[in-house]
Nanobody
Framework: KVQLLESGGGSVQSGGSLILTCRAS????????MGWFRQVPGEELEGVAC???????MYTDSVKGRFTISKDNTKNTLYLQMSSLKPEDTAMYFC???????????????????WGQGTQVTVSS
């Protein structure tokens, strides 16, 4: 059974940094697109960053220059380095893995087949 497990969330002050980690079992990252998404209660899931099997990346405009997505295929681990955090970055963050259908990276949630349970990030002003 595929499982994705996020960690690294927490509470920080505006301007601070966090590194989110997503570890997978029964799934290999090397041949898949992976993504980070976030959701605020009452709002839709938002694509934050993604990375494809060829290491190409994509970011939503609001995090460009502040967040970096990366992965370690040998450890089946996905990372999201977040710096210069803002209160509007407060959300539950989820990692997602392509179920083998994608040949590219996308920030569209519905195109990912596997999801973690989320980790909360709270940024105070």
């Amino acid at each position: 059974k595929v499982q994705l497990l996020e960690s690294g969330g927490g509470s920080v002050q505006s301007g601070g940094s966090l590194i989110l980690t997503c570890r997978a079992s029964a799934l290999t990252y090397s041949s898949r697109s992976m993504g980070w998404f976030r959701q605020v209660p009452g709002e839709e899931l938002e694509g934050v960053a993604c990375i494809d099997k060829d290491w190409s990346t994509m970011y939503t405009d609001s995090v460009k220059g502040r967040f970096t997505i990366s992965k370690d295929n040998t450890k089946n681990t996905l990372y999201l380095q977040m710096s210069s955090l803002k209160p509007e970055d407060t959300a539950m963050y989820f990692c997602a893995a392509d179920a083998g259908r994608l040949n590219y990276c996308t920030l569209v949630p519905s195109l990912y087949g596997y999801w973690g349970q989320g980790t909360q990030v709270t940024v105070s002003s």
